[in-house]
T-cell receptor, first 114, second 115 residues
Framework: AQSVTQLDSHVSVSEGTPVLLRCNYS??????LFWYVQHPNKGLQLLLK??????LVKGINGFEAEFKKSETSFHLTKPSAHMSDAAEYFC????????????FGTGTQLKVEL | DTEVTQTPKHLVMGMTNKKSLKCEQH?????MYWYKQKAKKPPELMFV???????INESVPSRFSPECPNSSLLNLHLHALQPEDSALYLC??????????????FGPGTRLLVL
């Protein structure tokens, strides 16, 4: 069984300040983890993915995430928020060892203020 | 190019109508997916096609009927829907299915309103 918990349903930051979106996972297998972003009335865009290579993963638009097995975490960070980062962010886990079913977190709404 | 396209962008239909949603990808992917997403919720998997064969049906009501005419196209036929079926319907594709973890690429979705 696998699950993912996004610890904050809403995060608000000022433009130019760091972003931290928290995600903890549970998996019986060696997991693959993803962060997707969804802007209003749009589909999901892949930000980055971890598949057991480097634990620090760099994604698009300046985002990165660090896989910490000891803490079962995969938090998403960005050094400096931009207004265009305002969106819904989903942390997603996929079972390793075969199969491609995704388990989504409940999402974190990121608000960026001037 | 990691583009999945979906048509139409918006659809309004009555409960007695028959309509279809279309999804297309030209990345050579052999797995395609339909998801349903209600407001403020994560997507929920409906169907998975692998090599044009239905691999997973997540106990979806029969008023939703998927079809995969070829490896690039995925349709979702709708008939006698209920107002609670109003949602954003997302299509996704990946290189394969069941061989390991594959990244899924999502289309922009069709926003469906059932009156």
């Amino acid at each position: 069984a696998q699950s993912v918990t996004q610890l904050d349903s809403h995060v608000s930051v000022s433009e130019g300040t760091p972003v931290l979106l928290r995600c903890n996972y549970s998996s019986s297998y060696s997991p693959s983890l993803f962060w997707y972003v969804q802007h209003p009335n749009k589909g999901l865009q892949l930000l980055l993915k971890y598949t057991s290579a480097a634990t620090l993963v760099k994604g698009i638009n300046g985002f990165e995430a660090e896989f910490k097995k000891s803490e079962t975490s995969f938090h998403l960070t960005k050094p400096s928020a931009h207004m265009s980062d305002a969106a819904e962010y989903f942390c997603v886990v996929s079972k390793g060892g075969g199969g491609n079913k995704l388990t989504f977190g409940t999402g974190t709404q990121l608000k960026v203020e001037l | 190019d990691t583009e999945v396209t979906q048509t139409p962008k918006h659809l309004v239909m009555g409960m007695t109508n028959k309509k279809s949603l279309k999804c297309e990808q030209h990345m050579g992917h052999r797995a395609m997916y339909w998801y349903k997403q209600k407001a403020k919720k994560p997507p929920e998997l409906m169907f998975v096609y692998s090599y044009e064969k239905l691999s997973i049906n997540e106990s979806v009501p029969s008023r939703f009927s998927p079809e995969c005419p070829n490896s690039s196209l995925l349709n979702l036929h709708l008939h006698a829907l209920q107002p609670e079926d109003s949602a954003l319907y997302l299509c996704a594709s990946s290189q394969g299915y069941g061989q390991g973890v594959e990244t899924q690429y999502f289309g922009p979705g069709t926003r469906l309103l059932v009156l």
